[in-house]
């Protein structure tokens, strides 16, 4: 299938990192890359990566086209993309975090492609779907959601938590490193502590990833609650859930539930790691089983890691996939 990858930022350059490099057999053609910024900018920043390191292969930008070793895409600079003739490609990675509203969201299908996928929240989306949570409810939408990244770290593991054990009320931390959307110095934003600047102080704050999960696992609404705290960390988040279950559980029987997740989706690890140690781990989640236990009968307490642009770019990749082969 043939995409094009329309916001060249954070989601964007790790997705086509990861289709360059480890995802060379999605079957997945990059017919083009629209981002405003400048071509040669943009060429840098996708060679020189702060998180993930240098780029394994030559990287150039000129004449309209982004260079990587022996593949040549075409770079286009729209602010609008319907502007552009997109007929010919089958699905929109809409990477920009702008496609909060109709007009926008649809700008894809405008220009000729067959289907947008949107690399976040969106009130726009026909519908938002998670991996391992509600695949069915993809259907034939053309307007997509793949959520955000807390919500596909939490969704697939409470929809398996709830079939397994009845989760009656929840509670989820999500401790996360810094984006862009905070300052690097304290400067006025909309939400006051998250004027403070990011890297420098742990700032709490709120997350949609618990709205969002009883939008994708609609038998959780009204048992799940969710809060976050902004650390100083590049990169690599993770999740802190507490649970009451309606089946009796031990320590054992909660590791033996954990251990029959979908492996691709959520992994496990049993060994004493920390947050840098999972950077570029593609599951949507890690379970650190050490952390994770009963804490009585019927009280579980679930720890596990995401690296929260790693991870969420792979599903991105793996909707895609989905979606192309409807």
């Not at 993809?138 to 990244?149: E, G, P, T, Y």
């Not at 709120?206 to 939008?215: G, N, P, R």
């Not at 947050?275 to 952390?291: G, H």
Request: some cysteine.
């Amino acid at each position: 299938m043939r995409v094009l990858i329309n916001g060249f930022g954070r989601i964007g350059r790790t997705i086509l990192r990861q289709l360059l490099t480890v995802r060379t057999d999605a079957g997945i053609e990059v017919a083009g890359i629209n981002d405003i910024a400048p071509l040669d900018l943009c060429a840098y920043l996708f060679a020189h990566d702060s998180v993930f390191g240098p780029f394994p292969q030559t990287v150039s930008g000129a004449d309209g086209a982004l260079r990587v070793g022996d593949t040549s895409i075409a770079f286009t600079q729209v602010g609008d993309l319907s502007a552009l003739d997109l007929r010919g490609v089958d699905l929109v990675l809409e990477c920009t975090g702008v496609a909060r509203s109709s007009d926008i969201a649809v700008r894809g299908l405008t220009a000729g492609a067959k289907a947008v996928l949107i690399s976040g929240p969106s009130p726009a989306a026909e519908v938002t779907v998670v991996l391992g949570a509600n695949d069915d409810a993809l259907r034939d939408a053309r307007i997509v959601s793949n959520a955000s990244c807390t919500t596909n770290a939490l969704a697939p593991i409470v929809r398996h938590l709830h079939d397994a054990l009845g989760i009656t009320a929840a509670h989820m931390m999500t401790i996360h490193c810094y984006t862009s959307s905070q300052p690097m110095v304290d400067t006025p934003r909309g939400d006051f502590a998250r004027s403070r600047a990011g890297a420098l102080s742990m700032v709490p704050t709120t997350t949609s990833a618990t709205e969002l999960v009883t939008e994708v696992v609609p038998e959780l609404a009204g048992r799940i609650t969710g809060a976050a705290v902004r650390v100083p960390v590049a990169s690599v988040s993770c999740i802190d859930l507490t649970a009451t279950v309606t089946h009796g559980v031990t320590t054992a029987r909660l590791h033996d539930v954990l251990r029959r997740v979908d492996s691709a989706l959520i992994g496990t690890t049993d060994l004493p790691l920390v947050s840098s140690d999972l950077r570029a781990r593609p599951e949507s989640l890690v379970l650190a089983m050490p952390e994770c236990f009963a804490t009585t009968d019927h009280q579980i307490r679930v720890f596990g890691w995401y690296d929260n642009e790693w991870g969420f770019s792979a599903r991105m990749i793996d909707m895609a996939v989905l979606m192309g082969a409807r």
